[in-house]
């Protein structure tokens, strides 16, 4: 960090919804970053049927980190390093929960550095309590009536049984 040039990182992610885990990392980034954008992405590598429209997952996330001023929400469409490119973002934050996310996450940031060879990829590990947590496991288990109140923040547990009850 420094004084004249502050340093932004992007951490991007499909974030349906936000967890626990997402948070962590985004607490650990702001240990090493000045400001950080939270990106979420129209386009996920990895299809996946959605529960949130983009939009409701953007507030949710705004919702969480209201307060504090050095967190931006925004959502992007296209292409991960075009939007880095634009807002001259050179760190893209990743978090790494377990060898089984290394493959994937090393090709998208070999892919993403062939794009773009100024953008450097970060991985963050989590908190060991979050290293089996997906946002796709908390939709199932919420989906089938499972308790994941453990597992995200409280204004998201609220909108998921909104969401699910409807
Ligand atoms: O939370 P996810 O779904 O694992 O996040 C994946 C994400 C959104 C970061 C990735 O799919 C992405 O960057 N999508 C934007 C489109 C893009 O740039 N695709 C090429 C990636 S190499």
């Not at 807002?87 to 940031?109: K, N, P, T």
Request: aromatic letters at 10%; one cysteine or more; a negative charge.
């Amino acid at each position: 960090m420094s004084a004249n040039r502050p340093v932004i990182a992007i951490y991007p992610g499909s974030f349906d919804p936000i967890t626990l885990g997402h948070e962590d990392i985004a607490r650990r980034t702001l240990q090493i970053a000045d400001r950080l954008i939270i990106a979420v992405a129209h386009t996920a590598t990895q299809s996946k049927t959605s529960l949130f429209a983009v939009d409701e997952r953007v507030e949710l996330i705004q919702e969480v980190f209201q307060g504090d001023d050095r967190v931006e929400v925004l959502a992007f469409k296209g292409l991960l390093v075009d939007f880095c490119r634009e807002r001259g973002v050179r760190f893209v934050i990743r978090g790494l929960r377990a060898v089984s996310d290394f493959e994937y996450e090393l090709q998208m940031a070999q892919m993403n550095r062939e794009l773009w060879d100024a953008l450097e990829t970060v991985f963050l590990a989590p908190e060991l309590d979050y290293s089996f947590l997906s946002s796709s496991l908390v939709r199932e288990v919420a989906g089938l009536g499972g308790d994941v109140t453990r597992f995200v923040s409280p204004s998201v547990w609220t909108r998921l049984q909104a969401k699910l009850a409807r």
